[in-house]
């Protein structure tokens, strides 16, 4: 694999000449990912990092995944605004359980090395986090673009946080690593580790940042707390859904950073009908987690339910006789609250209000609406918005 594939898509490259000449000499590289486990869930988001780090490791270099157990208690403060809630150590050990069985569906898990920084961190005595906490500054501190702001607009910092660049910096000199990669928002953590590692007489690490993924609403970052991500854990049906949801400017995105095409490639393919590339690019991202056989099926029900608006072929069900409903003809509004696939009463009675309630394609205009069964039709299917179907049995 090419040097420039290596580097291809990358928003940052610090160190970037000793890394090409190093590449080019043929040496083994440690590449440095670290995640700390929050979350039980990884998204999208890191697909980005995660898609890098397999490059690197198919062209023959060290992939060396880092389990932030230690640091996932502080909490990394990048791109906050507040201080982070304190995560306690078994809820972090049960996030960290998920983290290797998702990591290893992009990761060759032998090829992969996996190390936790507790391995050295619980060791240290508090004199060692003194010393520490010696190598860089307060100033150097606030140079940080979220530490600035919220330093001016007089938001709380803990000293914890003033930390954790530091504990992530100490991670690049325990592992010796020769390249960190992670999102554009990790710049400042991984630059302390070149620092660090300096300061140690070590060889610098190169810093290799990649951009962040834009989320499903298409504006922010892809992220849990604004409710705009894919996770790894999706369902295929999920997965193939949440991508037909984006824009098609996000599209191209997409395909550049969790499909890898160069920007020649995504030009040739901004000639075809954007839906059917959007398709194309749900289909592959579905097949990465679940195979190209449930990735076919998932598309040729999407094309079934919203391009021909047909029925699918699987959907929730529900047997009046079994949730003792069938009594003189139930109103929709029972139906669908006892199926529960809606949060409240309330969520259906505004579905119903706004006209997006359908019983076998016609629409329903009353909460009061009743589903009369006859010997002739014992069943029907409600549509739900764009999404929720739901067959109803005598």
């Avoid at 590449?31 to 039980?40: A, L, Q, W």
């Avoid at 990761?107 to 240290?124: A, C, I, P, Y």
């Avoid at 040739?268 to 959007?278: A, D, I, S, V, W």
């Amino acid at each position: 694999m090419s040097i420039n594939i290596l580097l291809s898509g990358a928003e940052t490259v610090i160190g970037e000449e000793e890394l090409r000449k190093k590449i080019s000499q043929g040496k083994k590289l440690k590449i440095k990912f670290g995640v700390d486990p929050t979350r039980p869930d990884l998204t999208f988001g890191h697909l980005v990092v995660f898609n890098k780090l397999k490059q690197f490791q198919d062209a023959g270099h060290q992939a060396i995944l880092l389990i932030g157990d230690y640091t996932a208690r502080i909490g990394d403060p990048s791109g906050r605004s507040d201080i982070r809630p304190e995560l306690s150590e078994r809820e972090v050990e049960e996030n960290a359980k998920t983290y290797l069985d998702q990591a290893f569906r992009i990761l060759d898990s032998e090829k992969t090395v996996v190390r936790r920084n507790s391995e050295w961190f619980s060791k240290m005595t508090f004199a060692d986090s003194l010393g520490l906490a010696r190598k860089l500054t307060v100033a150097r501190m606030l140079e940080r673009d979220d530490f600035e702001k919220r330093y001016k607009n007089n938001h709380p910092i803990s000293m914890v946080e003033f930390m954790y660049p530091l504990v992530q910096g100490y991670d690049s000199i325990m592992l010796g690593s020769d390249v960190e990669i992670g999102g554009s928002d990790q710049l400042f953590n991984m630059m302390v580790g070149r620092t660090l590692q300096k300061d140690e007489g070590s060889e610098p690490q190169s810093v290799l940042t990649m951009p962040l993924l834009v989320g499903l609403d298409g504006t922010r970052k892809m992220s849990k707390s604004y409710d705009n991500y894919i996770a790894f854990n999706d369902s295929a049906k999920n997965i193939f859904g949440k991508i037909m949801s984006i824009s098609d400017d996000t599209m191209w995105d997409y395909f550049k950073l969790l499909d890898l095409q160069q920007e020649d490639v995504i030009e040739g393919l901004k000639k075809n009908h954007p839906m059917e590339m959007k398709k194309e690019l749900a289909k592959k991202m579905t097949a990465l987690f679940y195979g190209e056989d449930i990735a076919v099926k998932e598309m040729d029900s999407f094309s079934n339910v919203f391009t021909q608006r047909e029925n699918p072929t699987e959907m929730s069900s529900i047997s009046l006789v079994r949730n003792s409903l069938l009594c003189e003809n139930p109103t929709i509004l029972n139906i669908l609250h006892e199926s529960e696939l809606f949060e409240s009463k309330g969520e259906i009675r505004r579905l119903i209000l706004q006209g997006a309630i359908k019983v076998d394609g016609l629409k329903v205009d009353s909460v009061e609406h009743k589903i009369i069964f006859t010997e002739v039709k014992e069943e029907f299917i409600i549509k739900a918005g764009k999404k929720i179907f739901l067959k109803v049995i005598a």
